[in-house]
């Protein structure tokens, strides 16, 4: 199981270094077959064990955009390489989560030289982040608060299959099923930036690519609900929110 997910990393990273459209010509940064992208973020999103393999060149964006990054107590190498003055108790989280916060400029304490000063113990928060998910939703970014993140999301292309073309489609469905009926969902389950929900749309995506679609909304928000609570999702660095209560 394990093998199979890295080869298909290794595809989209293969992917991901020659978008080209019918022409032969670039088209902006390639954000690799959308089918592949989305089956490894949602494999990704659903075991919490392996992160996307994102192809962020010189972009640093997600690093200097004012964003908290929530850090697990399981994640004890990390916190112990993150000076304790820059960590805080994670609202809404139990004991032992920690957010760590941001410079003047919005630029993450750990960036140095343009570089991550920890990256091989960056967080999980860092290490789940894909800009690609925005491209991939039709969500948009804060481009007052976050223009790099922006600016990359406006370069990223996708290439499409077939089959990639449908499950954009059914995905495109679930972000409209989440805006739509929020207020059918139990009270703050869903979060209301557009980093989270474009997380939780690429999490439920399959429940929109079947012919069952056409059931009743309550009835679809207690699908999604189910979903939710059988594994927190991942979201956006900076907008995290406690798991769904039972």
């Not at 089959?163 to 409209?176: D, F, I, M, T």
Request: proline share 6%.
């Amino acid at each position: 199981m394990v093998s199979s997910r890295r080869q298909q990393l290794v595809q989209l990273r293969v992917e991901n270094q020659k978008a080209e459209d019918d022409s032969g010509a670039q088209r902006g940064v390639s954000a690799g077959e959308f089918s592949n992208w989305l089956r490894v973020t949602e494999a990704a999103m659903r075991s919490g064990e392996e992160a996307t393999d994102v192809p962020c060149g010189s972009c640093r964006g997600c690093c200097r955009s004012s964003m908290f990054i929530h850090i697990g107590p399981e994640e004890v190498e990390t916190i112990r390489r993150i000076p304790k003055g820059l960590l805080f108790a994670a609202p809404g989280f139990p004991t032992g989560h920690v957010l760590m916060g941001y410079g003047d400029r919005g630029q993450c304490p750990m960036l140095s030289g343009g570089e991550c000063s920890i990256y091989e113990y960056r967080p999980q928060t860092c290490r789940d982040y894909d800009c690609r998910v925005f491209a991939a939703t039709g969500l948009s970014v804060d481009e007052h608060n976050q223009p790099e993140i922006a600016h990359r999301v406006g370069e990223w292309s996708f290439s499409y299959s077939e089959e990639g073309r449908a499950l954009q489609a059914a995905l495109r469905r679930a972000v409209s099923f989440l805006q739509g009926n929020r207020a059918r969902f139990p009270e703050g389950s869903l979060p209301g930036e557009s980093g989270p929900v474009a997380a939780i749309a690429v999490r439920i995506s399959k429940l929109f690519t079947t012919a069952d679609t056409q059931v009743a909304d309550a009835t679809m928000v207690r699908r999604i609900v189910a979903v939710l609570r059988a594994k927190r999702v991942p979201m956006e660095s900076g907008s995290h929110s406690p798991p769904i209560q039972n």
